[in-house]
């Protein structure tokens, strides 16, 4: 007997409008299904995700935890010559040029138009903002750390969890009120060095092995300050000059405000509360005008490294008056 096939036919389902499918697409009332799905297949796929995204943020969070239990807060993780920065201080100088022209290291005004020179007197004003201190036991002498900072000396550091203060006053005639000489042709450079956790500077105790690249002036200032005192000599140095011969020429006499240098007393550098840099006011009391003058300044100590191309220790500027 043979075999009966059976032929079955399918037609193909009714072609529907873009509302419509839109609509089935939705809610198909004669399957049940939202959105393509049933409400048990959405429910098993919500909590999937719902799973699988709640481990993946355990395991992130308890990475995080783990990661910040390495970290302490008031010192870095690696220092020195581990650290990507080293432990060879740069030197910075202020005010800057303005940002359209950011690459430029070129101080140049005219120190008769006010509108001229108002640019940099302002600069900085704006850097030696946090400098300048707020009422003792105010909500802002609090938030800027002044509370925090003492009246510190050569032979009297800081104690544990004090800063030394920094007095602008002893920057005169560097000072705001005189719009830091720049009217006057005779403007003030400030001089910073990099911060540098936990660095200590190893100082020129001894006058008769000073490095033979140290300019004579700065030999007979630190002559000077071992006979007015030797604890000065605890000072990272700084020096100036002209960068060729003619710029020797036309920088004219330099003053550097308050002292010679950065006190030893504000190192090393440890994050306490309300530290500030200690700074020095180079003041060019009558560069050449209308003339370009190249100029380095260095910091001096046994375990600074000068390095140009690297800015390392150093730090080169133009200076223009007209």
């Given at each position: 007997?043979?075999?009966?096939?059976?032929?079955?036919?399918?037609?193909?389902?009714?072609?529907?409008?873009?509302?419509?499918?839109?609509?089935?697409?939705?809610?198909?009332?004669?399957?049940?299904?939202?959105?393509?799905?049933?409400?048990?297949?959405?429910?098993?796929?919500?909590?999937?995700?719902?799973?699988?995204?709640?481990?993946?943020?355990g395991f992130f969070g308890a990475m995080l935890a783990l990661f910040y239990q390495t970290l302490d807060y008031n010192a870095?993780?690696?220092?020195?010559?581990?650290?990507?920065?080293?432990?060879?201080?740069?030197?910075?100088?202020?005010?800057?040029?303005?940002?359209?022209?950011?690459?430029?290291?070129?101080?140049?005004?005219?120190?008769?138009?006010?509108?001229?020179?108002?640019?940099?007197?302002?600069?900085?004003?704006?850097?030696?903002?946090?400098?300048?201190?707020?009422?003792?036991?105010?909500?802002?002498?609090?938030?800027?750390?002044?509370?925090?900072?003492?009246?510190?000396?050569?032979?009297?550091?800081?104690?544990?969890?004090?800063?030394?203060?920094?007095?602008?006053?002893?920057?005169?005639?560097?000072s705001s009120d005189k719009n830091y000489m720049y009217d006057q042709y005779q403007p003030c450079i400030f001089l910073k060095?990099?911060?540098?956790?936990?660095?200590?500077?190893?100082?020129?105790?001894?006058?008769?092995?000073?490095?033979?690249?140290?300019?004579?002036?700065?030999?007979?200032?630190?002559?000077?300050?071992?006979?007015?005192?030797?604890?000065?000599?605890?000072?990272?140095?700084?020096?100036?000059?002209?960068?060729?011969?003619?710029?020797?020429?036309?920088?004219?006499?330099?003053?550097?405000?308050?002292?010679?240098?950065?006190?030893?007393?504000?190192?090393?550098?440890?994050?306490?509360?309300?530290?500030?840099?200690?700074?020095?006011?180079?003041?060019?009391?009558?560069?050449?005008?209308?003339v370009l003058i190249n100029i380095e300044c260095k910091a001096w100590a046994r375990n600074i490294i000068h390095d140009r191309?690297?800015?390392?220790?150093?730090?080169?500027?133009?200076?223009?008056?007209?």
């Amino acid at each position: 007997m043979e075999d009966k096939k059976v032929e079955q036919y399918y037609s193909p389902p009714p072609k529907l409008g873009k509302w419509e499918g839109f609509r089935i697409f939705l809610y198909n009332s004669e399957t049940g299904q939202f959105l393509g799905r049933t409400g048990a297949s959405w429910a098993k796929i919500l909590l999937f995700y719902l799973i699988f995204y709640g481990v993946l943020s355990g395991f992130f969070g308890a990475m995080l935890a783990l990661f910040y239990q390495t970290l302490d807060y008031n010192a870095p993780k690696w220092q020195m010559d581990k650290s990507l920065i080293g432990s060879n201080p740069g030197l910075g100088f202020r005010p800057m040029p303005p940002e359209s022209n950011v690459e430029s290291t070129l101080i140049w005004y005219k120190a008769s138009d006010k509108g001229n020179f108002v640019h940099w007197s302002r600069a900085l004003d704006k850097f030696l903002e946090v400098y300048k201190p707020p009422k003792p036991g105010t909500a802002a002498a609090a938030s800027n750390g002044q509370d925090h900072r003492v009246h510190c000396d050569y032979g009297k550091p800081a104690p544990p969890g004090k800063s030394c203060e920094v007095d602008l006053q002893k920057f005169s005639p560097c000072s705001s009120d005189k719009n830091y000489m720049y009217d006057q042709y005779q403007p003030c450079i400030f001089l910073k060095l990099n911060k540098i956790f936990g660095w200590q500077p190893e100082f020129y105790n001894d006058t008769q092995n000073l490095p033979s690249n140290m300019p004579s002036d700065l030999r007979e200032r630190i002559k000077t300050a071992k006979m007015r005192n030797p604890e000065e000599l605890k000072t990272i140095w700084v020096s100036c000059e002209g960068e060729n011969p003619a710029d020797v020429e036309n920088i004219g006499a330099i003053q550097y405000k308050p002292r010679s240098g950065f006190p030893g007393f504000y190192f090393p550098y440890a994050n306490s509360p309300g530290y500030l840099s200690p700074l020095v006011a180079v003041w060019f009391e009558s560069p050449k005008r209308n003339v370009l003058i190249n100029i380095e300044c260095k910091a001096w100590a046994r375990n600074i490294i000068h390095d140009r191309v690297e800015r390392r220790g150093s730090v080169h500027f133009e200076l223009m008056v007209d």
